[in-house]
């Protein structure tokens, strides 16, 4: 698992190295909340971040951080202290902004200075997102990730789906402006009728016949009784 992810991360690496220039040594902007989950899952940001990431690098924060690791007091007291011994990015702000606001500034105009941004501030992560050749890193199941590029890195503003999809829409849009403007209604679709096999009718029985229906449907026909004739008026009926 760990050979697949680095094979990942050495594509992406590669991706923002051919489109943005972002190259080794890398400079990563570190901020409380990715500290403390790292502290939490037992991660060692300076010893794993560099082997993940297969190069040098300069991790970097700035006093916004830490004024806000000081203002949650004894809750990030342990990002407060692994912070401190990271490169101290100077910003423009005179009076201490909150973290997420301090590191967006940091990229917004295009993120010149090739940054990194590791995070799991929600908020930051989406809006680095919306900004082209912005690498984002963060911890999930106890590991760092960096993040596959977002659609604005990649330059797609509006992904394409697939054509069958793209033409149910088109027909949905269709459908409902001829139920506003027109006022007409889409007819349901006729069910389909199921076929009835005829079964060919029986011949009739004549009336007065001498076929006697059998129990199994067949015919059976009718005896005709044989009237007995004694023999000595047989022989009277010969003498006559």
């Not at 300076?46 to 040098?56: H, N, R, V």
């Not at 606001?101 to 990194?116: A, P, R």
């Not at 890193?137 to 509006?158: M, Q």
């Not at 009739?204 to 023999?231: L, Q």
Request: hydrophobic share 30%; aromatic share 8%.
């Amino acid at each position: 698992m760990k050979i697949k992810r680095q094979k990942t991360a050495y594509k992406i690496l590669n991706f923002y190295k051919n489109t943005y220039g972002i190259d080794s040594p890398y400079k990563v902007l570190v901020d409380g909340t990715f500290c403390k989950a790292c502290l939490s899952a037992k991660v060692n940001i300076m010893e794993q971040l560099p082997k993940y990431l297969d190069s040098d690098m300069t991790l970097m924060t700035t006093s916004c951080v830490l004024a806000e690791c000081k203002a949650f007091g004894s809750l990030l007291f342990g990002p407060l202290k692994v912070l401190s011994q990271y490169t101290i990015r100077p910003c423009k702000h005179k009076e201490p902004v909150p973290a997420a606001q301090c590191l967006y500034s940091l990229i917004k105009q295009g993120n010149k200075k090739k940054y990194f941004v590791a995070t799991q501030d929600p908020e930051l992560s989406k809006k680095s997102r919306d900004i082209k050749g912005v690498p984002l890193l963060y911890l999930a199941f106890k590991n760092i990730i960096l993040e596959r590029p977002s659609n604005t890195s990649k330059g797609i503003e509006n992904p394409q789906v697939s054509q069958a999809q793209s033409l149910d829409h088109q027909l949905k849009i269709v459908q409902d402006l001829k139920r506003k403007l027109l006022g007409e209604e889409i007819e349901p679709k006729e069910k389909k009728k199921k076929k009835f096999i005829k079964r060919k009718p029986t011949k009739k029985r004549k009336e007065g016949g001498n076929n006697v229906p059998k129990s199994n449907g067949g015919v059976k026909r009718k005896k005709k009784n044989k009237i007995k004739i004694a023999s000595h008026v047989k022989a009277e009926w010969r003498k006559q």
